[in-house]
């Protein structure tokens, strides 16, 4: 068992509202839990306008596997016209036995 825990740095250029972010990000959480099958939450900067930090966590069996749905996460976030990517960092855990 492998987890990859993904940390997004994202910039929402175009808000001027809490309000305007928070759908922005809320429909972008739903893109990666409908299409990716993973947990996401807003992490950090929740008070910010144009500020939102995502935690990604997916499990799989493999490294590989745990490292193709981190890009894949990446690449939905990247297709999102109304954000841009800050940062990504990647972590991957797997239990010793």
């Keep these: 068992m492998v987890a990859a825990l993904i940390d997004l740095d994202l910039h929402v250029p175009a808000c001027t509202s809490l309000k305007a972010k928070r759908a922005v990000v809320k429909s ?3 893109r990666l839990r409908r299409e990716l099958n993973c947990s996401v939450a807003e992490v950090a900067h929740q008070d910010l306008w144009q500020r939102a930090a995502l935690g990604v966590a997916v499990v799989s069996g493999t490294h590989s596997g ?5 890009q894949q996460v990446e690449r ?7 954000v841009e990517i800050i940062a990504v960092a990647v972590d991957l855990h797997a239990p010793e036995r």
Aim: aromatic content about 0%; proline content about 7%.
């Design 28 to 30: 972008l959480i739903a």
């Design 66 to 70: 745990a490292r193709r749905v981190a």
């Design 76 to 82: 939905v976030v990247s297709r999102e016209p109304r």
